[in-house]
């Protein structure tokens, strides 16, 4: 079964905090920041939003397609990148 940005996120994020509490513990083998945690999970939401976008169909995005990728960028830059 294919899992979602969320479900994926959610699974890493229990073994990151237990690798930042190993490393509070240790001192050794400190763990990505949390910015840098997150980047590739907001990329897979983006590609999410992206497709979930491109299967509505329309027939003007048939002979347009550039358009509605186009459309998609900025729909999720709008929504998601101006926080």
Known sequence: MKQ?????????FRQWQTDWDNFDKTGKNKPVSYDEFLAPFLEIEKE?????FNSGENSDDYF???????????YYNETYKSK
């Open 4 to 12: 979602t940005a969320v479900e994926k996120l959610g699974i890493a």
């Open 48 to 52: 999410q939003i992206m497709d979930a």
């Open 64 to 74: 347009f397609p550039s358009l509605k990728l186009k459309e998609c960028e900025v």
